[in-house]
């Protein structure tokens, strides 16, 4: 790992221990914990959501995808409650992503249906070339500046997995992410060119668009994925048989 590298990762988790740590100190978080090496829950989760709802992109959504983590559980629900197709990657990537749709969601169940405990109970899990158009991409964040730039725990699967959309021919989305107020952060978040940006930040007090000048993955890039990581993501040996031919 060369020495920039190095730098950029350390700077990266620097930025994150400092937001695990105030939201700690401020007591925000909540269950599960720690909120240490995840994507942290918080109070007023679900009004974060509630924002969300208000936009236009997410009214006229069809499909959205949400992350699996525990701050975005309000979100999946009201996907499912104002009738629209729910995705969610699987557990790094495992399996792909899980379908739900609203309709095999009896009334009042939406809650637990977008739960990661029983959501494979309610939906499937999709081979990537059943995967349908994407309106919308919520993903979560440990830290996000106010010009788009976001961290998320550090494992790069929000990054990732729109690149694959991409590379899928989905088109280019929105993205949104939903964070407490105390995840904002003034830092200078170093940005590589497969790190994805958001468009709009929603918090507990409100939501607004980031007007990111910087562009969002247009594909995988492929010298960067390993033969190892192939094998711990199934996903990704797919997408290469299906997209390249391999």
Known sequence: MNKELVNVTANKSHIREEVWQRMNEEKIGRF???LQNRIPNFKGAEKA???VMRLSAYQNAKAVKVNPDAPQLPL???VLIDGKMLLVP???LKAGFIQVKPEWVPQ???KKAASLTHMKHYGKELPLSDIPRIDLIVVGSVAVHKDGRRLGKGEGYADREYAI???LGNPRVPVVTTVHSAQLVDADIPIERYDLTADWIATENEIFS???PYSKPTGIDWSQVTEEEKEEMPVLAEISRLVRGE
């Open 32 to 34: 599960p914990f720690p």
């Open 49 to 51: 959501a509630d924002h």
């Open 76 to 78: 999946r629900a009201q």
């Open 90 to 92: 699987t557990p790094r």
């Open 108 to 110: 009042g169940e939406e």
């Open 165 to 167: 959309l991409t590379e």
């Open 210 to 212: 980031t007007n990111t």
